[in-house]
């Protein structure tokens, strides 16, 4: 399917939805939603609205679908932007495009829009401004957590202005990867309800994909609300010792308890689910690390559905300063010698080494000297 026709679908994606469902809790178009109504709006208004912002409306004012007083009253009422976020900096290479926004309390999230030579497109979101995990790998662990993102916050990256430069419609999909761990916020659900439901983001669940370094409690929750999105465990070490090291998430929710889960959820859904493995030079590496990973794939409950996705250490601000990244043919033979051993297994496609590949690098360097953005 050409752009174009793309571009068409999604917006005929609202259009064809006649009534909305009512907005969740917690978010802008709830309350705008609930205010329509305390004015006594028609009800063909809400839905003029969503439709309006989906055509890529960031100020009331814009909305020109809604008669003048109206918009006036909305932006009395809410504020001129709809949309809850800024860009501050960006970082452009061949095929990806990087986002710092800042958001209303101040602050700052990074998004990545990757496009494919075959027209794809693929939009990987924060959840969290930081995050309180520690993971001795990541860029985002050494910030700290700073806050949740909002579930309007969480949309907003996807449905942005800001990407209209770069594509003509909605990113094809929708991946949780970047700055924070999406299952610690419970915000996340507001998101994805607000994303798969159809005249609001209308996104099949199956084009989203969310990432976890193993959150057991709301894992288990989004095998049970959302069981057709797909699901990226990090594993990172087959060892527990090592891998508390690596995920100190480990002390809380062990891997034995989030394949338990995945476990069950492949076996209900017949969905196939992807573990990372984040590979570092000398530290996870070795032939004992390899055959461990590989028992540990092929004692599954169904061991054809599970995907190890292998992706090479990229240097992260931040992050342990001993981690070193492996030559790529190492990355190359991992994934060869998991094959050989009948575990399904691929390297991971990395765009956009050039521009800080690792979630809250830009973040990271933004608070050294800030670019401002159009
Ligand atoms: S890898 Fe994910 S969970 Fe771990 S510190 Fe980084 S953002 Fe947090």
Same mark, same amino acid.
């Given at each position: 399917?050409?752009?174009?026709?793309?571009?068409?679908?999604?917006?005929?994606?609202?259009?064809?939805?006649?009534?909305?469902?009512?907005?969740?809790?917690?978010?802008?178009?709830?309350?705008?939603?609930?205010?329509?109504?305390?004015?006594?709006?028609?009800?063909?208004?809400?839905?003029? +609205?969503?439709?309006?912002?989906?055509?890529?409306?960031?100020?009331?004012?814009?909305?020109?679908?809604? /008669?003048?007083?109206?918009?006036?009253?909305?932006?009395?009422?809410?504020?001129?932007?709809?949309?809850? !976020?800024?860009?501050?900096?960006?970082?452009?290479?061949?095929?990806?495009?990087?986002?710092?926004?800042?958001?209303?309390?101040?602050?700052?999230?990074?998004?990545?829009?990757?496009?494919?030579?075959?027209?794809?497109?693929?939009?990987?979101?924060?959840?969290?401004?930081?995050?309180?995990?520690?993971?001795?790998?990541?860029?985002?662990?050494?910030?700290?957590?700073?806050?949740?993102?909002?579930?309007?916050?969480?949309?907003?990256?996807?449905?942005?202005?800001?990407?209209?430069?770069?594509? /003509?419609?909605?990113?094809?999909?929708?991946?949780?990867?970047?700055?924070?761990?999406? !299952?610690?916020?419970?915000?996340?659900?507001?998101?994805?309800?607000?994303?798969?439901?159809?005249?609001?983001?209308?996104?099949?669940?199956?084009?989203?994909?969310?990432?976890?370094?193993?959150?057991?409690?709301?894992?288990?929750?989004?095998?049970?609300?959302?069981?057709?999105?797909?699901?990226?465990?990090?594993?990172?070490?087959?060892?527990?010792?090592?891998?508390?090291? !690596?995920?100190?998430?480990?002390?809380?929710?062990?891997?034995?308890?989030?394949?338990?889960?995945?476990?069950?959820?492949?076996?209900?859904?017949?969905?196939?689910?992807?573990?990372?493995?984040?590979?570092?030079?000398?530290?996870?590496?070795?032939?004992?690390?390899?055959?461990?990973?590989?028992? !540990?794939?092929?004692?599954?409950?169904?061991?054809?559905?599970?995907?190890?996705?292998?992706?090479?250490?990229?240097?992260?601000?931040?992050?342990?300063?001993?981690?070193?990244?492996?030559?790529?043919?190492?990355?190359?033979?991992?994934?060869?010698?998991?094959?050989?051993?009948?575990?399904?297994?691929?390297?991971?496609?990395?765009?956009?080494?050039?521009?800080?590949?690792?979630?809250?690098? +830009?973040?990271?360097?933004?608070?050294?000297?800030?670019?401002?953005?159009?």
């Amino acid at each position: 399917m050409g752009p174009a026709s793309r571009s068409k679908t999604a917006r005929h994606r609202s259009s064809l939805v006649n009534v909305l469902a009512h907005p969740p809790p917690g978010t802008i178009l709830r309350e705008i939603h609930q205010y329509l109504g305390h004015i006594g709006a028609p009800h063909y208004r809400y839905r003029q +609205l969503v439709l309006s912002l989906q055509q890529r409306g960031t100020a009331f004012e814009d909305l020109r679908e809604l /008669p003048e007083p109206l918009r006036q009253a909305l932006a009395a009422r809410f504020g001129p932007n709809v949309a809850p !976020l800024t860009p501050v900096a960006v970082e452009e290479a061949e095929q990806v495009e990087k986002v710092l926004f800042e958001t209303r309390s101040g602050a700052r999230v990074e998004t990545v829009l990757s496009r494919y030579r075959a027209g794809w497109s693929s939009i990987c979101v924060s959840s969290q401004a930081g995050c309180g995990l520690a993971c001795t790998f990541c860029a985002t662990g050494a910030i700290g957590l700073v806050q949740n993102l909002t579930a309007d916050e969480i949309c907003a990256q996807v449905v942005h202005p800001r990407w209209q430069k770069v594509i /003509p419609t909605f990113a094809d999909s929708i991946a949780f990867m970047g700055m924070g761990e999406a !299952l610690a916020n419970p915000h996340t659900f507001t998101a994805l309800d607000l994303l798969t439901t159809p005249g609001y983001g209308g996104f099949s669940p199956r084009r989203i994909t969310v990432s976890t370094v193993g959150f057991a409690p709301n894992l288990r929750r989004l095998a049970k609300e959302h069981p057709q999105v797909t699901i990226t465990l990090s594993v990172h070490s087959p060892f527990a010792e090592q891998r508390a090291e !690596l995920i100190p998430l480990e002390r809380r929710f062990p891997l034995s308890e989030n394949l338990a889960i995945l476990d069950e959820h492949v076996v209900s859904t017949r969905r196939k689910v992807y573990l990372a493995y984040l590979l570092i030079e000398g530290v996870n590496d070795s032939a004992d690390h390899l055959e461990e990973l590989a028992q !540990l794939v092929k004692s599954r409950s169904r061991p054809e559905l599970f995907h190890v996705s292998v992706i090479r250490y990229n240097a992260a601000s931040g992050a342990d300063p001993s981690y070193r990244t492996p030559p790529s043919h190492r990355v190359s033979e991992f994934v060869a010698e998991l094959d050989a051993r009948g575990v399904h297994a691929t390297r991971r496609q990395q765009f956009g080494s050039s521009i800080s590949a690792a979630c809250g690098q +830009l973040h990271a360097r933004s608070l050294l000297r800030p670019r401002r953005s159009s």
